[in-house]
């Protein structure tokens, strides 16, 4: 790669950086609000605790939290680690994607594909629910954004690739929730539809390796939980995060693997 890319490439990792901390910060309100059917928009943040509206100053991303000691400044309340860590999370997600992908016009698709994948997997773990509040917002942002990136560049293919992935990926699910629906939620056939469009967009292959790295994390983090006893047979365990961390993974190292699996098979 030439100095210049790279520069440019850096430039805009740290900009989807500082982009995904604030996007991270919103996340926390989505995180907490949407499994209780609460506006997203009103009102203002406030103290889960003392009900204390949030000052400007005090919602810088991250920033906030460490000056105050993870407490409200009105009430003293800790608050929860788990906020700077989704804004952190939120930061590395958008510069990993920027890397990635470069100055290129799928980005933004990416972008809010990666954050909603987030909230996702933190709501699923939280609720076992993949809300529909999330999931359709999503796919009514990313599917124009990569139409969007398709109609600037002329790559129709890829566009195609998505369209088919996403019926692929909610079909591949739609099928294991037929066999088992106690299993598989119909939440988790959404998000496959989902996960399918994005990754069929970079390939097919793609597509396939997203599914196989969810059920696979799914499989070994089950069967860990039931060999160390933290959970029981009967227990659920949500299959969203895995998803989630199967589809970023894809995102980021998918080519990668693909191309080290095709030099194995010759
Ligand atoms: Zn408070």
């Not at 003293?76 to 906020?83: A, F, K, L, S």
């Not at 390939?203 to 059920?215: I, P, Q, R, T």
């Not at 070994?220 to 939980?225: P, T």
Request: proline content about 5%.
């Amino acid at each position: 790669m030439a100095v210049a890319s790279i520069a440019v490439t850096a430039l805009l990792a740290v900009l989807c950086g500082v982009i995904g901390l604030c996007v991270g910060s919103f996340l926390n309100v989505v995180i907490h609000r949407v499994p209780l059917r609460q506006s997203v928009v009103r009102p203002r943040s406030h103290c889960p605790s003392c009900g204390t509206q949030i000052a400007e100053r005090d919602n810088v991303p991250v920033v906030s939290w460490l000056l105050l000691h993870g407490r409200c400044r009105a009430c003293g309340e800790r608050i929860p680690v788990r906020y700077p860590l989704v804004e952190v999370a939120c930061a590395a997600l958008f510069a990993a994607a920027a890397v990635r992908l470069g100055p290129s016009w799928a980005l933004p698709a990416f972008c809010v594909f990666f954050a909603s994948l987030l909230a996702i997997a933190v709501i699923d773990l939280d609720h076992f629910i993949i809300p529909n509040r999330i999931i359709y917002p999503t796919l009514f942002v990313t599917a124009p954004l990569l139409l969007l990136a398709a109609a600037l560049t002329g790559n129709w293919t890829s566009l195609w690739h998505a369209v088919v992935g996403g019926v692929l990926g909610f079909g591949a699910l739609f099928v294991v929730h037929f066999i088992s629906p106690r299993g598989m939620g119909f939440g988790d056939v959404r998000l496959a539809g989902v996960i399918g469009m994005m990754l069929g967009w970079l390939s097919l292959g793609h597509v396939a390796l997203a599914l196989f790295l969810g059920f696979l994390l799914a499989s070994v983090v089950g069967i860990g939980l039931l060999v160390t006893r933290v959970r029981g047979r009967k227990d659920a365990v949500p299959f969203g995060p895995f998803m989630a961390l199967g589809a970023v993974v894809a995102v980021l190292w998918g080519q990668a693997i693909l191309d080290a699996y095709g030099r194995t098979r010759g």
